[in-house]
């Protein structure tokens, strides 16, 4: 049983030497195709991401300044004004020096259009807070604006 044992080990052993080096080329081979693979999937997504101009528009109106603007009114008592802006998360009014205490934001993106995302407070669609929104694809106001209401 012991010999047996023996010779059925170092079988094995020898061949698995042997095929190691295979192994490595084959390992070689699948990292390839992972790289292959992983490139495809990588492109596919940058053309869901380049799709979904909308949908980034949405998610920044919705959430992307909300807590740094909640954060410019507890510290300042109020909202920026339509006036202000969202630059005054950036830098502060001039007559909120005092009490602010930013930068809120490290910067404001243009919408995936191009344009800045328009500030309005208050709003008129969000009576009891500020409106936020892109103006869309047309760059102006119409209806297929994006904003923090729907
Ligand atoms: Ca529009």
Not at 89 to 107: C, F, H, M, T, V
């Amino acid at each position: 049983m012991k010999g047996k044992h023996r010779i059925g080990y170092r079988r094995p052993q020898s061949k698995g030497g042997r095929h190691d080096g295979f192994s490595l080329i084959e390992i070689l081979i699948v990292l390839a195709l992972i790289a292959l693979l992983a490139g495809v999937v990588v492109t596919n997504f940058t053309g869901i991401f380049a799709g979904g101009q909308e949908s980034t528009a949405k998610i920044f109106v919705d959430s992307a300044v909300d807590a740094p603007i909640l954060k410019y009114r507890i510290d300042t008592g109020s909202f920026p004004t339509t006036a202000e802006g969202l630059t005054a998360l950036l830098k502060p009014p001039g007559n909120k020096a005092a009490k602010w205490k930013g930068p809120y934001i490290d910067s404001l993106p243009d919408d995936p259009w191009g344009n800045p995302y328009k500030y309005r407070y208050p709003g008129s669609k969000n009576p009891d807070k500020y409106d936020l929104y892109s103006l869309g694809e047309d760059g102006t106001e119409s209806a297929d604006d994006i904003g923090n209401w729907e």
